[in-house]
């Protein structure tokens, strides 16, 4: 199978290997082999509904390129919220250095105001 294929699934689950599920699709796998992947689905709904609809494409070529798509439209969400959430952090901290450093500066002031009014 190609690579890009078991691209989608690189995280998707650490009980069976990806190569034997993508083979299952094509219809490659042995018997008993078939019977693992077809238990792992039993028990795990979310996959048994993915390889049920990835089962629905009639052409290899509709699959590749449904694929890609998914891949390409997955990293451009995953570097969206990269950034985003990297703009937050960039935005956030200054502000909390800044409070911190007020804070303390407000604590050392107040310290040395009462110290003085109390020696007179």
Do not use: C
Request: charged share 30%; hydrophobic share 35%; net charge neutral.
């Amino acid at each position: 199978m190609n690579n890009d294929l078991l691209n989608i699934l690189s995280n998707s689950n650490k009980d069976i290997d990806n190569q034997k599920l993508m083979d299952y699709l094509s219809g490659k796998l042995p018997d008993s082999e078939k019977h693992e992947v077809e238990t792992w689905m039993n028990e795990n709904d979310f996959v048994n509904e993915a390889v049920e609809g990835l089962q629905r494409f009639d052409g290899k070529k509709d699959l590749q390129q449904y694929v890609d798509q998914l891949n390409k439209e997955l990293n451009q969400y995953i570097e969206k919220k990269r950034t985003r959430r990297d703009r937050k952090k960039l935005k956030e901290y200054p502000w909390m250095y800044v409070t911190a450093f007020l804070l303390l500066l407000l604590v050392i002031i107040g310290y040395i105001i009462i110290h003085k009014l109390m020696n007179k």
